[in-house]
């Protein structure tokens, strides 16, 4: 049995006259009534009565038309499903991000995606950098916002933003009235840092800032979110070197200055399995570096 016949069937059971069925079809008669043989032959009944009074369908005929007009309403709907996910209009999006990325523009480009696309479903995941490192080469996540470009060769980043750092103190730090800090005179302050585990591409980028700087940061409490950064260092418990971001966080007690000739840039990757091919997260991608081309200090790199 095969979809064309399953579709000379419901024509003929419409029109019940093989000469009108065929035209529809744009067919000869001849062709259809071997058709409809096949496929009687293949169900094992007969679905039409053929006499001089003309065609009728029988009670099997009957019953089949409904499976019949089922059957080829589900394989549209397959078609169209297919189609669909091809052109990356439908299915189901698993992305992780570091919290960070709540204040660098991910629920506006969250927004802007579901506008475009409102048959995709978007599920975000908070996790650290390594995490979420995983979570891609397991299958696990379609695409990441990680703190670093140096990912294993199966997968493929782009620089999707990039800002400086700043120092974060405590509101009543004596340091706190300042326009802009040096990071040298914080060397007798603890530091609150960035896990290493959670993020070693971060925690050696601020260390090695504090190295140039001719010190070697105290540090005192390591947390595994930059939200944990900014409380702990909004309750007195250290000062922290973090990117300009979190500034928007307004968490009360902390207090945000930019760092005196600090050249060295805080940046987020948007990370993704090269293969296989999957339209919705390529479509997904595209608006963050569509919108990372508007900023100046956002460029964008393929590959690690």
Avoid at 177 to 191: C, K, M, Q, V
Wanted: charged share 25%.
């Amino acid at each position: 049995m095969e979809f064309r016949h399953l579709r000379y069937f419901l024509v003929l059971a419409e029109e019940l006259h093989f000469g009108r069925a065929a035209r529809r079809l744009s067919i000869s008669q001849p062709p259809l009534s071997l058709n409809i043989q096949q496929l009687e032959a293949s169900v094992g009944a007969r679905l039409f009565e053929r006499d001089s009074k003309g065609v009728r369908l029988t009670a099997a005929g009957r019953a089949f038309r409904e499976s019949a007009t089922a059957l080829l309403a589900q394989a549209e709907e397959a078609r169209l499903l297919a189609r669909e996910i091809e052109a990356g209009a439908v299915g189901r999006l698993r992305v992780g991000f570091v919290g960070s990325m709540l204040y660098r523009g991910l629920p506006q480009r969250l927004r802007e995606f579901q506008a475009r696309y409102p048959g995709i479903q978007v599920a975000l995941t908070e996790l650290n950098s390594q995490e979420q490192i995983d979570g891609l080469l397991h299958g696990r996540l379609d695409a990441a916002f990680i703190h670093t470009g140096r990912v294993p060769d199966e997968l493929a980043t782009r620089l999707i933003h990039s800002e400086p750092f700043v120092c974060c103190m405590p509101e009543d730090h004596p340091l706190a009235g300042r326009r802009t800090i040096r990071l040298t005179e914080l060397r007798g302050d603890p530091f609150v840092l960035f896990s290493r585990k959670a993020s070693p591409d971060y925690y050696t980028r601020i260390v090695d800032m504090c190295a140039a700087e001719g010190f070697y940061p105290q540090v005192r409490h390591e947390v595994r979110h930059w939200l944990s950064v900014v409380s702990l260092v909004s309750q007195g418990m250290g000062v922290a070197v973090v990117p300009a971001a979190l500034q928007r966080s307004a968490m009360a007690g902390a207090a945000f200055r930019p760092l005196a000739g600090s050249t060295v840039p805080s940046e987020v990757y948007c990370a993704w399995k090269a293969l296989p091919d999957h339209p919705a997260r390529d479509h997904f991608i595209a608006i963050f570096a569509a919108a990372a081309r508007k900023k100046p200090s956002a460029g964008a790199t393929d590959g690690s």
